[in-house]
């Protein structure tokens, strides 16, 4: 094969890498595109308050919260003292919000996977197909050179489509019979 051919079958490789990586990344940037305003701002939300610095805040809160209302805080008054009930009050809408926020965030991201997992599924069957087609030809190619390799079981195995139905029924029984 001349050096110009061996080139161009790897820039085709290449390219066809970097394809699926557009297509990857388009999947995901066509999903965060389609947000809704409540997801975009869950979105926001949730990676600012999933950071070091609102784990300090609360910390740095907290203790000045209850110095304050422990008397430990010369010249200001307790305001909610010990059980702190309006503190819990605050943290426990606090544990709602953030939950919901989270929640709506993961949501979102789940769809985003169970895209990408079809998508996965898709190109799965796809490459099952073309290399059953590839050990087909090379079973071909072997026969044509004088080897015999109708007695390889394996081989014969492997030429036969996979049947994609039969994996479903056995995948979708495992999954009724784990309820």
Known sequence: MPNGQRVSARDNARDAVLSSRRLIHSLKARADERRTTPEKIADALTSRFGSMGFLIFNVVWF???LAWNNGQIPGLQPFDPFPFQLLTMIVSLEAIFLSIIVL???NRG????????EMDLQLDILAEDELTKMMR????LLEKQGLDVSNDTELQEMLRPTNIEKIQTILEEQINVKK
């Open 104 to 106: 709506i965030s993961q």
């Open 110 to 117: 789940e769809r985003v996977a169970d895209l990408r997992q």
């Open 63 to 65: 203790t000045i919260w």
């Open 137 to 140: 030809m090379l079973a071909l």
